[in-house]
Structure formats: structure tokens, C-alpha cells
């Protein structure tokens, strides 16, 4: 099953490769992973999305919380979250095509920002399922070029994660 | 009054000093010219000169397992560092408290790909409980007391400290920090009152209760509650290899130690129990061998452990406690003593009935040779279990030795088995003797070692000579690598591809090169006498080549991936 963590570490050289160590040693898998400071600069916020069993979750979670440079990890999956992620895909977007991709992007709310004669580069945010939708919609010939950031995570009400 | 400003250098051998460190083990290398310059100036720790690196880590990995302190080692840049990451994941598999002091090329140089530079941090990550590289000065101190404190609490494990050279020559002002708090690391010591007393309850209540006790006891000093408890349930003890002495063997509750070559008893109790309680271990493959053989419907497990993910790893657990294994033996043994209700004596009594019918088994005999015959390796254990009154530390290397070690020589007290137990790495038997006999210089010190081990660090009997260290080193000489052979034998058609040892070292002439006793014993009524006349020496080191029977196997034995009650008996061959 899916599992999103949010993972509250130090901001230390050397904590992420701990992180993706251990992942690597212990052949769990990352199906994605983003990271950057906090507001607090001394620490880092990461959020991993993997899958596995829930024993193979725990042990991540037990395991992840074992490195010294974690401070907490949480399962967002196990309550209400919101995830985003952002994609900027440039397509070719030329003749009848370019009225036709503008429509899409319009649909899923996508910013265009950048265009040239023969592309556009769109922006998207949102799940992960409504950018593998969008990928899904367009059609695979046209798309030039795909970048995306990995899901971020948040609870959602009161749920924070703070030291 | 103005703070005193010191070099880097100056500043580790104060932290040393202040953390009371005894011996140092290292190798010295240009990285760390500047620290070794200040240890030839000071007099407070001692420092031991190794041959090889992996024998700097090995010894003061011994010296903690020995005497329950934080070993220290000292390793230069690049190649003393990659020489010192076997020993410090022997270290890291066992949960060994040490603090790794390495060199590195001076802070300009990192990345330069400078001479004898790599990237120590990164090669010993997945090897070390932390490691630190330190790039300024200023930071030294209040790492290297965040190594010693990471090392020692907790899962205890090895802490690497990376020091570039520049590092070792600015000066900064010195303090040592008194005490530290981190607030990403805050080891959680006792364990849930709850949960504890949910756990006292299952045993007080089972009619086949098992208690199954590993490293963790010896490792947090838990020993006499361990005893107590298990007195107090009258339940049956194993012990894991980790664990020997944890519970003394000469207890008539003791069943023996567990696991792929452990006893016919304690293999069949831990399947057949019905609350089995598990202390600091952790259910590995060489323990419970097959995890869905070994599960059974309705058998309650209750597992004691610092490290929650040590819990529910391998086996599911119904009643999982964190903390330290001391404290919460304490707490249970309370709770016991508080409760009314006393644990099922008629139940126990058939729960024995059924446990002596297994011992009954006698797993461990084999067949004595005559006083002419070849030497039998087990025999030799025992011999030295009675010429020492049981009372030596054994350090083993890794093999059929080291079975037959644990097999035949019973610890009634902790920390005198010094052996690999979770890397399995062979060449740890000498530098084990070594770190073992500095912490302890008037105990009775002896390696049982094999032919093939005792050659992966041989060096180190120069440093045995350099330091006077009078450990007896008991070759069980099969002129094979025995247990590679035995798995040959029994699972590949007897085709014994490079397990046999030709051209072997005169081993009594070797150990004569470098100063020390050597003595070749080939007959079985040999052994005893030659042991004593061993042990009379004292102050020397005496190198004992048993020249052994080498179709002996070792037994009972659970094939590779069976489970816990599927074992070869050495009557069944």
C-alpha cells in the first residue's frame, strides 16, 4: 500500500544520504522524495512516498526514527492529509494541437509560462494521481519534457508536526 | 580568567582524558601525525600499537565487551580507515559501545581526491550507529561527547568521529561539555508500566512459560535480574551466542544455548512454549532459523528491547516493551513479588517432565577418542573449561570452533565470551584476546581459534609480544575450513571446493618467530596435561596447535532455512 511520510530532521550535511541509505540497505523503495528547511533553518522537512506492507512500514518508520539526526517521522496515511506536487511538462503544442492544449491545461487548472511558436510549458500542482491524469489526457507524442517535484505532505486541521 | 586555546590535537586528548578513556588502539598515518604527536606528550591513556587496523577496532571492541566500557580506536585516513570498517561493523552487528577516531586530509583537500583521502563518513554510514566529520575546530569537543554519549546509550553501537588534519592544528577555546542533550536523540529507558505488567500477568499464568535472553542482558549489565526472574518463574533459560553467561550455565534452569547449533532442549522449548518471554534479541536467522515455521497459533510473545525496531522485525510480538532490559526486569521482578498469584507449579512440573524427556536426548555427546587417537575438538573445550575452573574469558574467531566453544565451555558469568556473533567475522579471535586481556590483566585469557581463522590476523602476535599480553591460543587444527566443509558434506555432494587449508604454517615455529610458546599436541591424551602445562606459564603467551579429528561436525544442527524442531542430531547420521 501507499504510504506518505513526513519526516522532521536536522539540517545537517550528510542526513539526507542517511536517510536514502537506508532505504537502499534495507531494500525499501522511494517512489519519491523532497526535502528543503523549515522555517526553523536548523531543520529540514522531507516527505517520502513509498509502498509496502504494513509490517515493511512500520519497520521504515522504526528504522527511520532510529537515525540519530531524525527528529520525528509521521505516516500522513494513517489520517486526513493533503499532498501536492508540482510538474512543469513542456509540450508541442503547434497548429490544431495549441488551441487544444490550452483547453486541457485550462481543465486541470495548469498555468501556462512559458510559449514559444511550437510549445507550450505548463505548470501543475496537485496530487499525484491528477498529474499522471493530465500526462494520461494529453497525448504522449507531444510531450517534450517532464519534470516533478515528488509529492509534499501536510495533515490536515490541527495535525502538525513541530518538535 | 581567560580561556585556554588549544590545537585541535590537544583538544582530543583532553576529551580522553575527560571521558576516562584507558587504551587507545590504533595505528598511526600522516592524517594523524598531529594527535599521535600529543600522545607521545601525555600520560593519561595508553596507547596500543596494533599491526593491522581491523585488529585496532577488534580490541577495543573486546575491551568493552569485556568491561562494559566504551572502546577507542585511532585509524589514519583512507586505507586506515577502509583497514578499520570490518572491524567496526563486527562492532555495529553486535551493538558494541566505541568511538572510531579517524584522520582525514586536511579540510581543502576533501573532494580533491588527495592522497590516502576517502570518503570515510560515507563508506562507514551503513556500518556505524553515527559518524561525524568535523570541520572546524570549534566543534570538536561537543562531537566527541556526542560520540561517547551516542556510543554508550541506547542500542549501544560504534560512533566514528572524522577529524581533517588542519582540524587537528587550529586552536579554538576548550570546554568540555558536563552534559548533552539532543533533542533528535532521546533514548527511551523504561519501559511502558502497562505493558509490564500485561507481560507479568501472561507469565504468571502459563503452564509452559520459556525465557529466551540474548546480548541485550550482557550489554546493559542485566544479569542478576535476569537470574532472579527466571528464579523466581521457575521457568527454563536459553541463552542466545550473544547471550552466554547472561544466565549462569551451571543452573539447573538453564536449558542450554539456542538456535542452528544450539541444544535439542532449548531449540524444542522455544517452539513448544506457550508464553515465551524474549530479552534484548532479536529473532534472527541463526536463532528462530524459519520465521513461518517457527510461528505458532496461540503462543504468547512478549519481547524486551532499547530498540523498537528490533521489535516485531523477524516475529510478531503480542507484548512488546522498550527500554532498557535492567530496568524493566526490575520493574517485572516487583510486580511479581507483589502479586498474589504464584506461578502453576503442577503445570511447571509436567512443563519439566516434558523439557527433561528432551534433554534426555543428550544433543552434545559425541564420541570420546582413546588416549592414542586424534585429538576430538570438543574435548579440547571441555579440557580447558576444567583447567581454567570455567573462569577464563574465551574469545573465539568464527567457525566450528567457535560452536564448539559455546557448545563446550559453559559461562556462569557474563563478558567472558568474546566472539562475533552477528557479522561472523573470522580473524577476531586474537585482537578479541588482546583488548580482553587489557581490560582484564589478571584474568585467564584464551582464543579458541581454527587453523583458517587465526591466520586472518596472525600479525597481531607481534603486538601480543610489544604489549606482554599472555593469552593461550587454542588452535583446533582440522587442517580445513570446517564449517564450510561441514555444510559441504551435508549439502553439496561432499564437494569440498576450496575448504581445505594445504600448505599451513609450521605453527609452533611461527609463533617461536615472534617470541612467544608454541606447542603441537596430536594425541587426545595429550590434551589435559599440555593445557596445564600451558596454563603454568603465565606471563607468556603459548600458541597451542591441536592437530584434530577433522570429520567432527558440529551438532544438533537446523539446515538453512528450516525451522527451530527440524534438527540433525548427531545419533540420526
Redesign the interface.
Known amino acids: 500500500m501507499r504510504h506518505i511520510l513526513s519526516i522532521l530532521l536536522e539540517n545537517e550535511p550528510g542526513a539526507l544520504a542517511r536517510v536514502v541509505g537506508l532505504f537502499a540497505a534495507r531494500a525499501y523503495n522511494i517512489d519519491s522524495l523532497s526535502v528543503a528547511t523549515t522555517e526553523d533553518t536548523t531543520m529540514s522537512r522531507m516527505t517520502i512516498v513509498t509502498h509496502g506492507s504494513d509490517d515493511i512500514i512500520e519497520q521504515i518508520t522504526k528504522q527511520l526514527n532510529k537515525l540519530i539526526e531524525v527528529v520525528k517521522v509521521v505516516d500522513l496515511t494513517d489520517g486526513n492529509h493533503i499532498e501536492r506536487e508540482l510538474m512543469l511538462v513542456k509540450v508541442r503544442a503547434a497548429g490544431k494541437d495549441r488551441d487544444e492544449m490550452k483547453r486541457l491545461a485550462d481543465i486541470f487548472r495548469g498555468r501556462i509560462l512559458d510559449v514559444t511558436d511550437k510549445s507550450y510549458t505548463i505548470e501543475l500542482t496537485g496530487d499525484s494521481d491528477k498529474l499522471d491524469a493530465f500526462i494520461a489526457a494529453i497525448e504522449a507524442g507531444t510531450i517534450l519534457e517532464t519534470v516533478r517535484t515528488g509529492a509534499s505532505g501536510i495533515g490536515r486541521g490541527e495535525r502538525i508536526l513541530k518538535i | 580568567m581567560t580561556q585556554q586555546h588549544l590545537t585541535g590535537a590537544e583538544i582530543i586528548m583532553r576529551c580522553l582524558a575527560e571521558e576516562k578513556v584507558e587504551f587507545v588502539f590504533g595505528y598511526p598515518g600522516g592524517a594523524v601525525l598531529n594527535i599521535y604527536d600529543e600522545i607521545f606528550k601525555q600520560d593519561k591513556f595508553k596507547h596500543v600499537l596494533v599491526r593491522h587496523e581491523q585488529a585496532a577496532v577488534h580490541a577495543a571492541d573486546a575491551y568493552s565487551r569485556s568491561s562494559q566500557k566504551i572502546g577507542v580506536c585511532l585509524v589514519t585516513s583512507g586505507p586506515g580507515v577502509t583497514n578499520a570498517v570490518t572491524g567496526i561493523a563486527t562492532a555495529y552487528m553486535d551493538s558494541i559501545p566505541m568511538v572510531v577516531i579517524s584522520g582525514q586530509v586536511p579540510t581543502h583537500a576533501i573532494g580533491q581526491d588527495a592522497f590516502q583521502e576517502c570518503d570515510t563518513?560515507?563508506i562507514t554510514?551503513?556500518c556505524v550507529?553515527?559518524n561525524f566529520?568535523v570541520k572546524d575546530v570549534k566543534d570538536l569537543a561537543l562531537t566527541l561527547k556526542k560520540a561517547f554519549y551516542?556510543a554508550g546509550t541506547g542500542r549501544p553501537g560504534p560512533v566514528l568521529v572524522d577529524i581533517p588534519k588542519d582540524v587537528t592544528a587550529n586552536k579554538c577555546a576548550f570546554e568540555y561539555p558536563k552534559e548533552i542533550t539532543?533533542?533528535?536523540?532521546n533514548p527511551s529507558g523504561k519501559g511502558h508500566s502497562g505493558q509490564i505488567k500485561k507481560a507479568v500477568q501472561l507469565l504468571l499464568d502459563a503452564k509452559k512459560p520459556m525465557i529466551y535472553a540474548g546480548g541485550g542482558v550482557v550489554l546493559n549489565d542485566a544479569s542478576a535480574q535476569l537470574t532472579k526472574l527466571v528464579r523466581m518463574l521457575g521457568s527454563p533459560c536459553t541463552n542466545t551466542l550473544m547471550g552466554l553467561g547472561g544466565f549462569p550455565a551451571s543452573d539447573p534452569q538453564f536449558v542450554g544455548m539456542l538456535g542452528m547449533h544450539g541444544t535439542y532442549e532449548a531449540n524444542m522449548a522455544m517452539q513448544d512454549c506457550d508464553v515465551l518471554l524474549a530479552v534484548g534479541a532479536r529473532f534472527d536467522d541463526r536463532v528462530i532459523g524459519n520465521p513461518g515455521h517457527f510461528f505458532r497459533d496461540g503462543r504468547k510473545i512478549i519481547h524486551i528491547d532499547i530498540?523498537?525496531?528490533s521489535?516485531?522485525?523477524r516475529v510478531k510480538v503480542d507484548v512488546p516493551i522498550v527500554g532498557y532490559v535492567r530496568d524493566v526486569l526490575d520493574e517485572m521482578i516487583s510486580h511479581i513479588q507483589a502479586s498474589e498469584k504464584k506461578p502453576d507449579a503442577a503445570a511447571l512440573k509436567a512443563w519439566w517432565t516434558t523439557i527433561k524427556a528432551w534433554q534426555s536426548k543428550n544433543c552434545l555427546a559425541f564420541k570420546p577418542a582413546k588416549a592414542d587417537g586424534r585429538i576430538k575438538p570438543q574435548a579440547v573445550v571441555q579440557a580447558l573449561w576444567k583447567a581454567t575452573g570455567g573462569d577464563a574469558i574465551i574469545t573465539s574467531d568464527v567457525g566450528q570452533h567457535q560452536m564448539w566453544a559455546a557448545q563446550y565451555y559453559p559461562f556462569d558469568k557474563p563478558r567472558r565470551w568474546i566472539n562475533s556473533g552477528g557479522l561472523g567475522t573470522m580473524g577476531v579471535g586474537i585482537p578479541y584476546a588482546m583488548g580482553a586481556q587489557l581490560a582484564n590483566p589478571d584474568a585467564t585469557v584464551a582464543c579458541i581459534t581454527g587453523e583458517g581463522s587465526v591466520q586472518m590476523c596472525i600479525q597481531e602476535l607481534s603486538t601480543c609480544k610489544q604489549y606482554h599480553i599472555p593469552m593461550k591460543i587454542i588452535n583446533l587444527n582440522n587442517r580445513s575450513l570446517g564449517m564450510v566443509r561441514q555444510w559441504q558434506e551435508f549439502f553439496y555432494g561432499n564437494r569440498y571446493a576450496e575448504s581445505y587449508m594445504d600448505a599451513l604454517p609450521d605453527f609452533v615455529k611461527l609463533a617461536e618467530a615472534y617470541g612467544h610458546v608454541g606447542m603441537k599436541i596430536e594425541k587426545a591424551g595429550d590434551v589435559e596435561g599440555a593445557l596445564r602445562e600451558a596454563l603454568a606459564l603465565k606471563d607468556r603467551l603459548v600458541f597451542m596447535d591441536f592437530i584434530t579429528d577433522e570429520t567432527e561436525n558440529v551438532f544438533p544442527m537446523i539446515p538453512g532455512g528450516k525451522g527451530l524442531s527440524e534438527m540433525i542430531l548427531a545419533e540420526e547420521l
Request: glycine content about 6%; hydrophobic content about 30%; charged content about 30%.
Open positions: 563518513v560515507g554510514r551503513p550507529k553515527h566529520l551516542i539532543m533533542r533528535s536523540y530498540d523498537p525496531s521489535i516485531s522485525k
